[in-house]
């Protein structure tokens, strides 16, 4: 009787204990998606705003729906793009996370993301012009040109 209690108790206190046990990693779930985060390492993207929280992406395309409409994600305590600190995106031939800004996309190419078609980040526009070579794509934009509706496209 006192090990299963004990099994009982351990069992609990693992499943119910604080964020840290798990890592400092924020969220696992991505917010937009509901898809876990870490499944998708390739794809990832994040973004920190002022207020300090910190929102981890299965991919840009979902990082895109939250930044061009943050209100309707209350919880983050913001209803603004200008809240966003900084934006991070990794580039998909290396890995290494870049500044979503100066990063370029790649619209339309065979890769698929998490969640269906997807904007592939590189860091720059040769990078992206080799990965259209490699994966196709039938446009390669800078951040500047990315908007609300290319995205709702994506979801289609």
């Known amino acids: 009787m006192g ?3 004990l099994a ?3 069992i609990f206190s693992f499943a119910f204990s604080s964020e840290s046990a798990w890592g400092d990693r924020p969220n696992r779930l991505d917010p937009v998606y509901q898809l876990k985060v870490d499944d998708y390492p390739k794809f990832e993207a994040d973004i920190t705003l002022e207020n300090g929280r910190e929102i981890r992406f299965c991919c840009v395309k979902s990082m895109m729906h939250f930044y061009f ?6 919880e983050y305590g913001t209803d603004s793009s200008d809240a966003v600190k ?3 995106v990794k580039d998909y031939l290396d890995g290494s996370k870049i500044d979503a800004k100066k990063a370029w996309y790649v619209f339309g190419s065979r890769l698929v993301g998490p969640h269906g078609d997807d904007l592939i980040p590189l860091s720059s526009k040769s990078r992206a012009e080799l990965f259209v070579k490699r994966y ?3 446009r390669i934009m800078p951040f ?3 908007s609300a509706s290319l995205v709702r496209y ?3």
């Open 144 to 146: 500047e040109k990315l």
């Open 154 to 156: 994506l979801d289609m």
């Open 3 to 5: 090990k299963v209690l």
């Open 136 to 138: 196709g794509g039938t």
């Open 86 to 88: 900084k934006m991070l």
């Open 69 to 74: 409409s943050p209100y309707r994600y209350p």
């Open 8 to 10: 009982t108790f351990l």
